[in-house]
């Protein structure tokens, strides 16, 4: 019964900005660690960002200080500002929802949004 879908992607040049939403239904996650991941060409799937519960954040080396990750827990809904964009951001990215515990709960995964950057 959960989903995650995400919004917001699509085709900017470097330097632009996009906005990505990930609108999850089924059940609360606002005690949940939500996130987003990308996957490139050629490359393996990497934790972009991650908002954890408590309101602190953490941001993979490659995109501090140009993307900000954002939630709104009255919505079931978490955000990827993406500002400065560049051609080596274009990638899949995916939504996910932690688990509090794998033995009772699985992640789950938004099934992917295209972003791309061209120079």
């Known amino acids: 019964q959960v989903q995650l879908v995400e919004s917001g992607g699509g085709l900017v040049h470097a330097g632009g900005s996009l906005k990505l939403s990930c609108a999850a239904s089924?059940?609360?996650?606002?005690?949940?660690?939500m996130g987003w991941y990308r996957q490139g060409p050629g490359k393996q799937r990497e934790l972009v960002a991650a908002s954890f519960s408590g309101g602190t954040t953490n941001y993979a080396a490659s995109v501090k200080g140009r993307f900000t990750i954002s939630r709104d827990n009255a919505k079931n809904t978490v955000y990827l500002q993406m500002n400065s964009l560049k051609p080596e951001d274009t990638a899949v990215y995916y939504c996910n929802v932690e688990s509090e515990d794998l033995r009772y709960e699985p992640d789950y995964w938004g099934q992917g949004i295209q972003v791309t950057v061209s120079s």
């Open positions: 089924g059940r609360d996650f606002s005690m949940n660690t």
